[in-house]
């Protein structure tokens, strides 16, 4: 039996798996279910060790572990680190999803459930192929190492101390991330650009206590009011970025890049339509791809303050708050950035109020695959085998924080090697992932150790 046989003799074994797995409700964000992401870490070391992989076992971080496992028994070959993680964002609000969750089923040839693709489906599908070739052959074509963590969805925030410290052990001469995406089940995508992270949470106030908006109002300032001011001056009607100094160290788009990116096909039409919005909005001088893909971006992600009941409760608040992210590309970095939110911010504060700015958890340097590089041209060609085309060269607007953590402390960029689909309601409720993408994937990884071998 070779591994292809081996992958369709087990594939029944191996979307039941993926429903065990999705069935933790690993949310790293969450405190109440820290211990889950400690037994989802458990059940990859369990699942390695099954599949044949040496050396396996749960790292402790200052925050959710991290699972290594390896096999290095191929002198001579190049030495491969796949990553992945195991955590999964919160499933709220429950009153949107079809099933439960943490209750997965299998319907439509999919698993639906919270992380089934972001990313449990995803780097399950590394674990799968090695299983496959270590069962049949007894041995891998190259030297691997599988770096999984607990820990992504909130930013990775304890992994840059780790990646330091344990830098000879995660060594090596290729790096694929198995989180990430492709373009559609008949088309693949090579995605050479995220975007990086820096998040804050502002909080305007005024009084020592909420005060009567009628005795009050008219003599002191409102910190609804002063935090509504400031956030205005931050983003222009134009869509663009107005914090002095945001766009200083921004790589723009070259000719080539949006060249590159026109030749992909994209419905405008279809893309408002799907998600619902009267009409797109975004930086002027720019489409709405360019900006998808290589722009910077300002979002508030909450703001509250206030009477929130029904009703009215004629207050005149004593603070105010709101989230803020921002994503980043090349070459700004997330320290810059956030000193120029606080000082711009903090110069902008209504009389009357004070203002705090603090950096939140999560952070990211953006990423960008130089031209030429050899990961990257391998995974293209295993690709173009495997879908029978080219793929699409992308990028992307979400952030994988280690990639640059792993770049900064072994010079090695990495490769996005990933079969989820962006329509797969990530971080959205009734998330789910297709099974003809999870066979697809097994039968990729197992395609480009053996190229990566022969290379």
């Known amino acids: 039996m070779n591994w292809s046989e081996y992958l ?14 999705v069935r933790i409700p690993s949310v790293s964000a969450a405190p109440a279910h820290v ?3 400690v037994t989802a870490g458990n059940w990859v070391v369990d699942r390695l060790k099954a599949a044949g992989m040496e050396n396996v076992r749960m790292l402790p971080t200052e925050g959710h572990p991290v699972v290594y496992a390896d096999w290095l028994h191929a002198p001579g070959k190049p030495t491969i680190l796949i990553y992945g993680h195991f955590d999964v964002q919160p499933a709220e609000p429950f009153d949107l999803w079809q099933t439960p969750p943490f209750e997965p089923e299998v319907r439509d040839n999919k698993v639906w459930g919270r992380g089934a693709s972001d990313d449990k489906g995803g780097m399950l599908i590394p674990i799968l192929s090695v299983e496959a070739m270590l069962k049949t052959t007894g041995r891998l074509p190259v030297n691997v190492k599988l770096f999984f963590e607990g820990q ?22 290729m790096i694929f991330s ?11 995508n090579l995605i050479t650009g995220l975007k990086g992270l820096v998040a804050a949470e502002i909080t305007v106030s005024g009084a020592k206590g909420d005060q009567h908006s009628g005795q009050q109002g008219g003599g002191i300032a409102n910190p609804i009011q002063g935090l509504a001011q400031i956030i205005a001056s931050m983003k222009g009607t134009n869509g663009k970025i107005t914090v002095p100094g945001f766009y200083d160290d921004v790589v723009d788009l070259t000719v080539e890049d949006r060249e590159a990116f026109a030749r992909i096909p994209f419905d405008e039409a279809a893309y408002i339509d799907g998600l619902g919005v009267p009409d797109v909005f975004g930086e002027e001088g720019y489409t709405t791809r360019e900006r998808l893909w290589g722009r910077p971006t ?23 708050h709101a989230k803020i992210t921002c994503r980043l590309v090349a070459n700004q970095k ?6 120029l939110l606080r000082a711009h911010t903090e110069g902008n504060c209504p009389k009357g109020l004070r203002v705090t700015v603090k950096r939140l958890a999560g952070s990211a340097d953006p990423f960008l695959v130089p031209p030429g590089h050899n990961a ?19 990028r992307t607007g979400g952030s994988i924080p280690v990639m640059t953590m792993l770049l900064n402390e072994l010079g090695v960029h990495a490769t996005v ?3 989820g689909m962006n329509d797969e309601n990530l971080h959205a409720p009734n998330e789910f992932f297709r099974l003809s993408n999870f066979r697809t994937g097994q039968i990729a990884y197992c395609k480009l150790l053996e190229r990566l071998a022969a290379n």
Do not use: C
């Open 152 to 173: 992504e969805e909130i930013g990775s925030p304890h992994l840059p101390d780790f990646i330091k410290a344990n830098g000879a052990m995660l060594k090596a001469d």
């Open 298 to 320: 300002f979002e508030l992600n909450g703001i509250w303050g206030g009477w929130q009941g029904s009703g009215i409760k004629t207050v005149l608040p004593a603070e105010a």
């Open 376 to 394: 990257s041209a391998s995974a293209a060609q295993v690709l173009t085998e495997v879908y029978g085309k080219a793929p699409y060269i992308t």
């Open 178 to 188: 198995a989180d990430g995406s492709q373009w559609g089940e008949d088309q693949p």
């Open 417 to 419: 090697f990933a079969f």
């Open 8 to 21: 369709d003799a087990h594939q029944p074994r191996f979307v039941d798996e993926l429903v065990d797995f």
């Open 35 to 37: 211990a889950d992401v």
């Open 334 to 339: 997330p320290d810059a950035i956030f000193d």
